[in-house]
């Protein structure tokens, strides 16, 4: 019954690589987000996505390309693996805009 | 003007204490206001918002105050609980807009 869920939870890569993260909801809303939180735990928006139509691109790399094949998924992809890219990941979803649901996150380790 | 000023980084208070977490804005198209409680290992969860019709909203032991010719809100946690230590992050938005402008949180922690 979980509402917002990611995976993988961790993640471990070298610098790089690509890799991608899923994040699927189950609430029937029609937004979805990508967030970073970083070490210090600031939480910065990153995409935002309305009935598969990206809304929001925030001032991120164009390494980031999110990808939303239907209203219920949004998945996150990662070119060329930077270090400063390691961080917390968090999806999240919306349907009356504003109450947003997160996921548990994904860790993301670039070694 | 995007910023959402928050305060104190840290704090810490002994259970049964009223925990008050500050925050300020300046863009005053700024109408929604939320505050998120986030577990470690855990996503952010939405605690208690409040709209600038009002001055005050309370939820159980949690209240918002709200001051909207100072732009200043906070957040005040009545006899605050070990289960209450976490990190709290107001955040601010545009009605219509998708976007929440989140301060930098607040590390609480409820010493038993």
């Known amino acids: 019954d979980t509402a917002v869920s990611q995976t993988p939870k961790y993640l471990v890569t070298q610098m790089g690589n690509d890799k991608s993260i899923k994040c699927e909801q189950n609430?029937?809303?029609?937004?979805m987000y990508w967030y970073k939180q970083d070490s210090k735990k600031f939480l910065k928006i990153m995409f935002s996505?309305?009935?598969?139509?990206?809304?929001i691109n925030e001032t991120v790399p164009n390494r980031f390309s999110p990808k939303s094949p239907d209203k219920a998924h949004l998945n996150l992809h990662i070119n060329s693996l930077e270090l400063g890219d390691s961080a917390v990941y968090f999806c999240?979803?919306?349907?009356?805009?504003?109450?947003?649901?997160f996921g548990p996150g994904t860790r993301l380790t670039v070694l | 003007q995007q910023q959402v000023k928050q305060s104190p980084q840290s704090l810490i208070v002994q259970k049964g204490g009223i925990s008050i977490i500050n925050c300020a804005y300046e863009?005053?198209?700024?109408?929604?206001f939320p505050w998120y409680q986030q577990f470690p290992g855990k996503g952010p969860a939405l605690l208690i918002a409040?709209?600038?019709?009002?001055s005050e909203k309370k939820e159980g032991r949690f209240t918002i105050s709200f001051n909207k010719s100072a732009k200043q809100f906070s957040l005040h946690i009545m006899d605050s609980q070990p289960g209450d230590s976490a990190t709290y992050f107001c955040?601010?938005?545009?009605?219509?807009?998708?976007?929440?402008?989140f301060g930098k949180g607040t590390k609480l922690t409820v010493n038993p």
């Open positions: 955040a601010a938005s545009i009605i219509g807009s998708e976007k929440l402008v």
């Open positions: 409040i709209r600038p019709d009002v």
């Open positions: 996505y309305n009935n598969k139509e990206l809304i």
């Open positions: 609430l029937g809303h029609d937004t």
């Open positions: 863009n005053t198209a700024f109408d929604y």
């Open positions: 999240a979803s919306s349907r009356t805009y504003n109450e947003q649901f």
